[in-house]
């Protein structure tokens, strides 16, 4: 089945930039259609990011134009480079695999906490 290992989140400035990782194994990954999701503080989690084997992309109104998801096929991982960060984008990010209607499958990494603050 698969996993997920997320990393490269911290504490950041209003302003200031992160890129996130996410390796994955137990599936084709390369085959995969992947998102990336996050859960604020107290609310539902949501998805800001996807991206398709033949590298379609979508992003949530919320991150486009400050966020980037790519992929590394042959290294089995998923990536969030995100600058221009603001308070609001603090929350807890994941990465999944998505099947159809973009429903994530059942299984979840520990995630990667992204806090930004002055």
């Known amino acids: 089945q698969a996993q997920f290992v997320e990393s490269g989140g911290g504490l950041v400035q209003p302003g200031g930039s992160l890129r996130l990782s996410c390796r994955v194994s137990?599936?084709?990954?390369?085959?995969?259609?992947m998102g990336w999701f996050r859960q604020p503080p107290g609310k539902e989690r949501e998805l800001v990011a996807t991206?398709?084997?033949?590298?379609?992309?979508t992003y949530d109104d919320s991150v486009k134009d400050r966020f980037t998801i790519s992929r590394d096929n042959a290294d089995n991982t998923l990536y969030l480079q995100m600058t221009n960060l603001k308070p609001e984008d603090t929350a807890i990010y994941y990465c999944?695999?998505?099947?159809?209607?973009?429903?994530?499958?059942?299984?979840w990494g520990q995630g990667t906490q992204v806090t930004v603050s002055s």
């Open positions: 137990g599936i084709i990954f390369s085959a995969a259609v």
């Open positions: 999944n695999l998505l099947h159809g209607n973009q429903r994530p499958s059942n299984n």
């Open positions: 991206m398709t084997p033949g590298s379609r992309i």
